[in-house]
């Protein structure tokens, strides 16, 4: 019985290590997808139906599952443009995005990174097409460097 208790103890303890790996991970995916859309300029309103450092549709919001700041009301005509102008929830709308519609975009049997950052541009449906070389070498001189 106390071997039993070890081994569990033992298992949530790698799994509570793969999760904050995978979370560390997938922060600097964002990190790097939000460099190579807009240089992460915070300061970027709205601009021809995409918003935010991310340069996020509304669509791509809503299909997020439309996240909030604070107590927001999801339905509010405000809550689109108030959440992809903040770091923070934009970060939650990109990341809710491409864990929904994850897939292995570039047919290397590994999906990473560069799936996502595909996915976030292209929408998942385009993600295998190419996209545009200087986002692929600044997503890729990001990742390298991190």
């Known amino acids: 019985m106390r071997g ?8 949530s303890f790698i799994g509570l290590l793969f999760a904050q790996q995978e979370n560390a991970t997938i922060d600097s995916c964002l990190r790097c997808i939000c460099n190579a859309v807009s240089n992460c300029n915070q300061k970027v309103g709205c601009e021809s139906g995409v918003c935010g450092p991310f340069r996020i549709t509304e669509q791509y919001w809503l299909d997020a599952a439309k996240p909030i700041i604070g107590t927001d009301d999801p339905n509010s ?3 689109y443009v108030d959440c992809t102008t903040n770091l923070k929830c934009a970060k939650t709308t990109v990341r809710n995005y491409v864990t929904k ?3 292995d975009c570039n047919g290397d ?8 950052a595909k996915i976030h541009l292209l ?3 385009s993600c295998t097409e190419t996209v545009h070389k200087v986002y692929k070498d600044v997503l890729l001189d990001c990742l390298s460097a991190s």
């Open 4 to 11: 039993l208790a070890i081994l569990l103890l033992f298992g």
């Open 101 to 103: 519609y994850s897939k």
């Open 123 to 125: 929408g998942p449906n």
């Open 77 to 79: 005509n405000e809550s």
């Open 109 to 116: 049997g590994v999906i990473d990174c560069y799936d996502y």
